[in-house]
């Protein structure tokens, strides 16, 4: 399933395995782009598995200089992993989604690879529709998250100190005992895409696990993926919040952009059409 696109003696055991869910308006994504450009990640492979739709694209974080037009670029698959050995950081990009019959073994799959990588913590950055919200998420941070048990005890403190909020049970038995009665209280995300069967699949097979999870809806979600990633930065902190090069005033990051987001809503229209 995974192929080295270089040959490296690194060991991953200690590093951070970060993914998005193909969800919501790709906040996940969106995020993961944004730590490979920021930390100037090197590409280490890529995935190849029959549930992935297969895509062929330009590398979307190749710099052009102005005014050049020609270079040696490489091409972007549907599902790719880059490395950052300062940040002991592995981060999987995901570009196409899923066959839908196909996500169970796609997910079967991928926890068994992460296994065997022996990675310290694996974070899911996954996203939910927020017109799915019950009355108690509708106010304060648009961030939830989910634990697996082996890292409970670690992390919740921390959590805590942080302000972030558990997702919310969801009891479903007032539409009827037949649906209540598989339905439960089981985690809840709408539009998550893999993020419920991923989650599952980390516990039944005793990967630390770390699911976040933005309330959101489609249209511009670049705030939303750098809220995300605040978020996370207060918690791992792989950039010091107090490095005043990286950090503004607000103590938000300042996340580099790839150089592909300038086509991201298309070109301005032009001024003589007007």
């Not at 200690?14 to 969106?30: C, H, K, R, W």
């Not at 108690?136 to 992390?155: A, D, F, T």
């Not at 809220?227 to 010091?240: R, T």
Request: with cysteine.
């Amino acid at each position: 399933m995974y192929h080295e696109v270089r040959k490296s003696n690194v060991s991953w055991n200690d590093y951070t395995f970060i993914l998005p869910a193909v969800s919501v308006a790709n906040v996940g994504q969106l995020a993961c782009d944004l730590l490979i450009s920021t930390f100037w990640m090197e590409k280490a492979g890529h995935i190849l598995h029959e549930a992935v739709i297969p895509l062929v694209g330009n590398d979307p974080f190749a710099v052009v200089s102005e005014g050049e037009n020609s270079g040696t670029f490489n091409l972007s698959t549907a599902c790719e992993v880059f490395e950052s050995q300062s940040c002991k950081l592995v981060v999987l990009q995901q570009r196409a989604p899923l066959v839908s019959h196909l996500k169970k073994k796609f997910v079967e799959d991928l926890v068994e690879w992460i296994k065997e990588k022996k990675f310290k913590r694996v974070v899911l950055l996954s996203s939910t529709f927020s017109d799915e919200r019950i009355d108690c998420q509708l106010g304060g941070q648009p961030l939830r998250y989910k634990i697996s048990p082996l890292l409970r005890e670690e992390l919740e403190p921390s959590f805590r100190n942080l302000r972030w909020r558990e997702l919310e049970s969801r009891s479903f038995s007032h539409v009827g005992p037949f649906v209540g009665k598989f339905l439960g209280d089981n985690i809840y995300v709408p539009g998550g895409g893999m993020t419920k069967a991923f989650y599952e699949q980390c516990i039944s097979e005793g990967v630390p696990l770390v699911v976040l999870i933005m309330f959101t809806s489609d249209g511009d979600n670049i705030p939303d993926a750098m809220l995300l990633l605040n978020q996370l930065n207060q918690w791992v902190q792989v950039i010091d919040p107090e490095d005043k090069r990286m950090v503004d005033i607000h103590r938000n990051v300042k996340w580099r952009q790839p150089p592909s987001w300038r086509n991201l809503f298309g070109f301005q229209a032009c001024a003589d059409i007007y």
